[in-house]
């Protein structure tokens, strides 16, 4: 090349740029020594920064190089060999959306707009909302104000990419010489090459999940120690310890007559109609050898679990609440994948859509819905049931109640919509959170308020009691949980480290954890007394809207808007399974007593029960299998267009539904 | 570009009185306008989420703004979604219904019934893992696949489609059902317990999954028992309880019930010929033909003209006996009066002509016959009749008499009543209320005055006090029947001679619509003044 033409060259580059004393410095020194100098560098016999100066001259502000170059890269992509393909058109989404923050940065609105609007629909299957997050983003000053935009610029991506395919694409991109994809590739993605065949196609789930610096976090995170074991000394351990002399005595009369006495006793709390069912399966149960034996492993396997001290200075029970809890666990239905549970379902009509949450006491007798008038209703199932059957009949009159009067508690204290409204475990008290930015709690024995709990910042989406009461934890609007007794007016620790809303909460059973879940698809857990996080789940596609942890606290489920449930491992962070099968947001999900079957209650009407005691079993087994495919779903019971709401076992595996009636709309 | 295109800008900003917004700046605004816009939808999405919705309603948004410390939008309070119309000529242009409501109507209104409160009722779900069926539940679906067929198929790849035998699992409680039901319906002993059991196949849900047993029960009993009338009728009372059930999901059986239903219609003998009234088994089922066309025509496209077809084959086949022609006449008039005007009253006169010989007293000797043959005869006039009323009730511009002067008339509709009419009426008990008052025993001799009376005028108007029970005029003798027959042989002579005259001024009137006109002087023709009591009384009206 000519030495004239490259000045020439990089004098309009300078120019371009505005450099202006930059050129005129240039100029001034190509009088001087008339170009002597500058000949003296090679560099016109260098064929790379040849190219790379005239690109730069070329057009470094033409916005159309963005789509020529992308749409190259993505023919090539797609075209490429079925297996490396999946690994390279992994790298496409990353590309496509700094392509486009790239054009709206620079200020072209329109060319991004069209540049977006014709590749979107390669990544909306898995990318959409996140799609439609950025399809808003129209002018450079957006990008910086966007959380998300701003952690997806700054932030690098972590692409797992084998040998092979990674030297696929440099030599493509050298070839073709895109600079800008290469720019862009460079900038934006972090290879992780290893050696090897490519993976198979399925199990990329972590690979596309985009969620700014975390992945490099998350990992450092999950390394730490957790203690998932239950606590030392907890009432399932004292009824093993009796068990033994109680499972023997079974078949005798003392089982039968105790069991009926306490059942009579029972029945005044849950509704009549229940009672009877309990006798009928208990008796199955005393029937069928197999549940035997089930119930023998499972004790079996839970004696072999691991024990944990508490962190936190539990309550003391009080005696009579613990022999009633004994006595709920000793008289508890084995479930199984053969021994389905019953359901009753709780429904809530002429709610005007105003109902917002629900929920149900451990022993099904209370039900209670936080409603978007600010109101907060208790009903009293066993009340109803024994003036009920009558009142069944005729709908009209059902609502009113004996005497004309309301046969539920109104609870009225909060100033906005009340997004949760939960039970202790005794049943004794309400903890309710709301718009308002307050979390109350409410006596059931008193029918008042108690306290009034400051200090969130905005919306409380949710509130929940932990196992053993007292404590209990909320999570925010303000991107915070917090952890709170219910004898102070300060929250005791504040967990911060998610980037959007938390919107459900959940306590791991030794009440040494809590689980969060959010807006920003991830599922965190927090250790309660560092108020650290100690894992971060990454998988979900949406927001996560339900969390619910094993009994034996080893395995946590999680339900989002897509109707995904995943089934999490505490230790390892990883997923066990997907769980597909709803179609709507999952709103509830519900462990059964000895974690052999989880129930998930969905927007789309209807109620799930999976079986996920193989898995819990027969990991290492499978382990050397590969990840078969062992959690299945076992039922769906579909409900009267009525999504449900809010799941619960009782302590003697009942499952207790609840969900407001939605009229179709025709 | 955007959503939001500068001239909404513009817009707005007029609005809100700025006057001088610069087209650059509204340009500018635009994008940024939809930025917040997003953004506050994608903060109502949450809320609605959070408000375990998947509908978004204004209030969603009212939170957004809330959470985002903006003012809410007023007046838009609504506690369902909203209902959006679309803009006409344009693709993704909605907007809201809102009306203008004067402030006096609201005012004078009464008061809205106060919304119900809230309440919770509890129901099972499901009792160890089967759900019952009782109403609080949604129905099930009648056969259900094993869940892990699908799985076997997934893994085995297309090469093999393991297919195992479809389960059909009926609860015990279910099977008792049928079977009770089976019995009463086969028994006949308790028409009142029987007539409860309708009642509950009509309303009950969680019956679907029996609807191929009732449909086979009901096939199989048609096909043995067309000697007994009882049997046949009960059959028919089940089904049309059956398709009366809003919980049954029955048009994938209805292939396997038609053949039974058309038995019933058109058989050559149901039941003994001389004891039952077998004449009423057939009205009953042409109304349930009539009732499946209705609901089910414009689902099943050739459900209704595989029926006509069946229908006219049994009236035009001269070698069938007249109790099918009846039953096929009967079938098609209840499919509405166009199949009437196009398939019945095109062969009406040639169909009569075959028909005379039977009618005549004096040719036809066997009485079962000429009672049968004036049977079909009935059901023919009454087939015209309707269709003409259909037809006439059309024009209505045509001024009508004050309801006076009918009344005035009544008095001697009783006796009006032409004698011979009575064999067309008195077998229909599903026919619209003026034809009851027909079916009084009208007095032996016939005053021709009152054939140009106001009498049958009533048509339109249901008269209670004149719907005697019909048994009393039930001529089951045929002595009855040829005792009349013999009367009307010389009436219809005297009507013939009387429609000439009548003819002219009928055209006359009904010029404006030539078709119906002409039919009808074709009708008068060949029934005589039997007709006019189907012609609306405005209409007839002219007359006087």
Not at chain 1, 438 to 452: E, F, M, P, Q
Not at chain 1, 453 to 466: E, I, L, M, R
Not at chain 1, 544 to 565: C, N, W
Not at chain 2, 192 to 199: I, P, Q, R, S
Request: glycine fraction near 6%.
């Amino acid at each position: 090349m000519d030495p004239e033409q490259v000045d020439e060259f990089v004098m309009g580059y300078l120019k371009k740029k505005g450099f202006n004393s930059a050129a005129k410095h240039l100029q001034e020194s190509l009088h001087n020594n008339n170009g002597s100098t500058f000949s003296s560098i090679d560099y016109h016999n260098d064929p790379e920064l040849n190219k790379l100066i005239r690109s730069f001259s070329q057009s470094e502000n033409d916005p159309s190089r963005y789509r020529e170059g992308y749409s190259k890269l993505r023919s090539w992509g797609y075209n490429s060999l079925d297996l490396y393909k999946h690994e390279l058109v992994r790298v496409m989404y990353p590309v496509f959306i700094h392509c486009y923050m790239d054009l709206v940065g620079k200020g072209h609105t329109q060319e991004a707009r069209s540049f977006f609007n014709s590749f979107r629909k390669d990544h909306e299957m898995v990318h959409l909302r996140d799609l439609q997050k950025l399809g808003g983003v129209l002018a450079p000053s957006h990008l910086q104000e966007m959380e998300f935009a701003r952690s997806l610029r700054q932030s690098k991506i972590n692409i797992k990419i084998c040998q092979y395919s990674y030297d696929l694409l440099l030599q493509y991109l050298h070839r073709t010489e895109s600079t800008l994809m290469l720019g862009i590739i460079n900038e934006h993605i972090n290879f992780q090459v290893y050696s090897g065949q490519p993976n198979s196609a399925s199990d990329d789930i972590e690979a596309v999940t985009i969620v700014g610096s975390f992945h490099e976090t998350a990992d450092h995170v999950n390394q730490k120690e957790i203690h998932w074991g239950l606590l030392e000394d907890s009432l399932e351990d004292r009824l093993e310890k009796t068990g033994g002399l109680l499972s023997d005595s079974e078949k005798g009369q003392g089982e039968s007559k105790a069991g009926d006495m306490d059942d009579s006793k029972k029945r005044s709390a849950e509704i009549g109609k229940q009672g009877s069912s309990i006798k009928k399966l208990k008796k199955d149960k005393a029937g069928t050898a197999t549940t035997k034996v089930a119930r023998q492993e499972t004790s079996t396997v839970l004696s072999s679990m691991p024990r944990v001290k508490p962190e936190l200075a539990m309550p003391v029970m009080s005696a009579d609440v613990e022999e009633s809890i004994l006595e709920d666990l000793r008289n508890r239905v084995q479930l199984s994948s053969i021994a389905m549970p019953s359901v009753s379902f709780y429904t809530f009509v002429n709610t005007h859509n105003g109902l917002n949450s629900s929920s149900i006491s451990h022993d099904g007798s209370l039900v209670a819905g936080g409603f978007s008038d600010s109101s907060i209703k208790v009903w009293d199932m066993a009340k109803i049931g024994q003036a009920g059957s009558c009142a069944l009949q005729d709908e009209n009159n059902q609502t009113v109640g004996l005497n004309g009067r309301r046969n539920y508690t109104l609870l009225v204290g909060h100033s906005g919509p009340v997004y949760s409204a939960t039970f202790s475990p005794p049943g004794d008290y309400v903890l309710s959170s709301s718009a308002d930015t307050t979390i109350r709690l409410w006596s059931t024995k008193l029918n008042a308020n108690l306290v009034c709990y400051k200090g969130h910042n905005h919306t409380v989406w949710d509130a929940q009691f932990s196992p053993f009461g007292h404590y209990f934890a909320s999570c925010s609007h303000d991107r915070t949980a917090r952890i709170w007794s219910m004898d102070r007016m300060q929250p005791l620790r504040m967990m911060a480290g998610h980037l959007s809303d938390v919107d459900c909460v959940q306590w791991h059973p030794n009440c040494n954890y809590i689980a969060t879940g959010s807006s920003d698809k991830t599922v965190r857990l927090w250790d309660v007394q560092t108020g650290e996080c100690v894992r971060i789940f990454i998988g979900h596609r949406s927001m996560v809207l339900s969390l619910a942890m094993s009994p034996d606290g080893r395995y946590m489920a999680s339900g989002d808007e897509d109707g995904t449930i995943m089934m999490w491992d505490l230790s390892t962070a990883r997923c066990i399974t997907p769980l597909m099968g709803h179609n709507s947001c999952v709103w509830t999900l519900s462990y059964s007593g000895e974690g052999s079957l989880l129930a998930s209650g969905s927007a789309d009407c209807t109620v799930k029960l999976w079986d996920v005691s193989s898995s819990t079993k027969l990991t290492k087994a499978e382990e050397k299998n590969g990840n078969s495919n062992r959690l299945r779903s076992l039922r769906t019971f579909p409900t009267k267009s009525t999504p449900v709401h809010a799941l619960r076992f009782s302590r003697r595996n009942l499952l207790f539904a609840a969900g407001a009636i939605s009229k179709p709309s025709s | 570009m955007g959503i939001v295109p500068k001239e909404t800008i513009e817009v707005t900003a007029q609005s809100i009185g700025i006057t001088n917004l610069s087209p650059e700046a509204a340009l500018m605004l635009a994008p940024d306008v939809e930025y917040r816009v997003r953004e506050i939808m994608q903060e109502a999405i949450k809320c609605m989420r959070h408000s375990k919705r998947t509908t978004l309603t204004a209030s969603d948004v009212d939170g957004a703004l809330n959470l985002r410390s903006l003012e809410p939008s007023y007046g838009f309070a609504s506690g369902g979604p909203f209902r959006f119309r679309k803009a006409i000529g344009h693709q993704d242009l909605f907007y809201t219904d809102d009306r203008e409501v004067d402030f006096k109507d609201v005012i004078e209104s009464p008061l809205p019934k106060a919304p119900l409160d809230a309440g919770v009722v509890c129901h099972w779900l499901a009792i160890e893992g089967v759900q019952p069926a009782i109403p609080e539940n949604a129905t099930l679906e009648v056969i259900r696949a094993p869940a892990d067929n699908k799985i076997y198929e997934h893994k085995d790849g297309p090469l093999i489609d393991v297919r195992l035998p479809v389960k059909h699992v009926l609860s015990r409680e279910l099977q008792l059902y049928f079977q009770k039901i089976a019995e009463l319906t086969v028994s006949k002993s308790s028409p009142a317990l029987f007539k409860k059991a309708l009642v509950s196949l009509a309303s009950d849900s969680g019956l679907h999954p029996l609807v191929p047993y009732f449909t086979n029960f009901i096939a199989d009993e048609v096909s043995r028992g067309l000697n007994d009338f009882l049997l046949l009728f009960n059959l028919m009372h089940v089904v049309r309880s059956l398709l009366q059930n809003p919980h049954i999901h029955i048009e994938p059986y209805l292939h396997q019930l038609m053949p039974s239903i058309v038995t019933c219609l058109v058989s050559r003998k149901l039941g003994n010929r001389f004891a039952d009234n077998h004449w009423e088994l057939r009205d009953f089922t042409a109304n349930l033909v009539s009732l499946i066309c209705k609901r089910f025509g414009n689902t099943c496209i050739t459900l209704q003209s595989r029926l006509t077809k069946t229908l006219v084959n049994a009236f035009l086949d001269p070698k069938k006996a007249l109790t099918q022609h009846y039953g096929a006449i009967q079938g098609l008039s209840a499919l509405g009066h166009t199949v009437v005007r196009l398939l019945i009253l095109s062969n009406l006169e040639p169909y009569l002509s075959l028909l005379e010989p039977e009618l005549d007293a004096e040719k036809q000797k066997n009485q079962m016959k000429s009672y049968e043959a004036w049977r079909v005869y009935g059901a023919l006039l009454r087939a015209a009749g309707l269709c003409i009323h259909d037809r006439l009730k059309v024009f209505p511009n045509l001024p009508s008499p004050s309801p006076s002067f009918l009344h005035k008339g009544k008095g001697k509709i009783i006796n009006a009543e032409p004698r011979k009419r009575k064999l067309s009426a008195d077998s229909s008990e599903n026919q619209p209320p003026h034809k009851r008052l027909i079916t009084t025993d009208g007095p032996d001799v016939l005053r021709p005055q009152d054939r140009t009376g106001p009498a049958p005028m009533h048509v339109d108007k249901p008269i209670g006090n004149y719907n005697l029970p019909q048994n009393s005029a039930q001529p089951s003798s045929s002595e009855q029947a040829s005792d009349g027959e013999s009367r009307n042989g010389k009436e219809k002579e005297r009507g013939k001679s009387r429609a000439i005259s009548m003819k002219a001024i009928l055209g006359q009137i009904w010029k404006d619509d030539l078709d119906s006109g002409r039919l009808l002087v074709k009708l008068q023709q060949l029934y005589g003044d039997r007709i006019l009591p189907f012609i609306p009384s405005t209409e007839m009206s002219v007359f006087l």
